[in-house]
């Protein structure tokens, strides 16, 4: 089973930003289609972004789209979440994913712990 690890959650005001990362301690990072999720209190956990194994394809929800962005650094098998003009329906446990095959056609296999990001207004 692969370890995937959030960090980069926090506190932050509406219109703030904030980077999530998320490392893995597999050595086959590169292979996998990877993508961003969300759960917030009481509500269903939600696709946030994705990207395939070479960064070169990406998919966004359209409550993100242009706020956010994810990338990847296959070289230090991290992933990311920039996260720009944040809102306060952004607050939500964040969690990293990895694909079982491509993103558009598979889901996730493996599931990080999640980091807490809560925008205040």
């Known amino acids: 089973q692969v370890q995937l690890v959030e960090s980069g959650g926090g506190l932050v005001q509406t219109g703030g930003s904030l980077r999530l990362s998320c490392t893995t301690s597999?050595?086959?990072?590169?292979?996998?289609?990877m993508g961003w999720f969300r759960q917030a209190p009481v509500k269903e956990r939600e696709f946030v972004a994705a990207l395939t194994w070479d960064g070169n394809m990406m998919q966004y929800a359209d409550s993100v789209k242009d706020r956010f962005t994810i990338s990847r650094d296959n070289a230090k098998n991290m992933m990311y979440l920039q996260m720009n003009n944040l809102k306060t329906e952004d607050t939500a446990v964040y969690y990293c994913?990895?694909?079982?095959?491509?993103?558009?056609?598979?889901?996730?296999?493996?599931w990080g712990q999640g980091t807490q990001v809560t925008v205040s207004s």
């Open positions: 597999g050595r086959t990072f590169n292979h996998y289609d």
């Open positions: 994913a990895r694909y079982s095959g491509l993103y558009y056609k598979t889901d996730p296999d493996n």
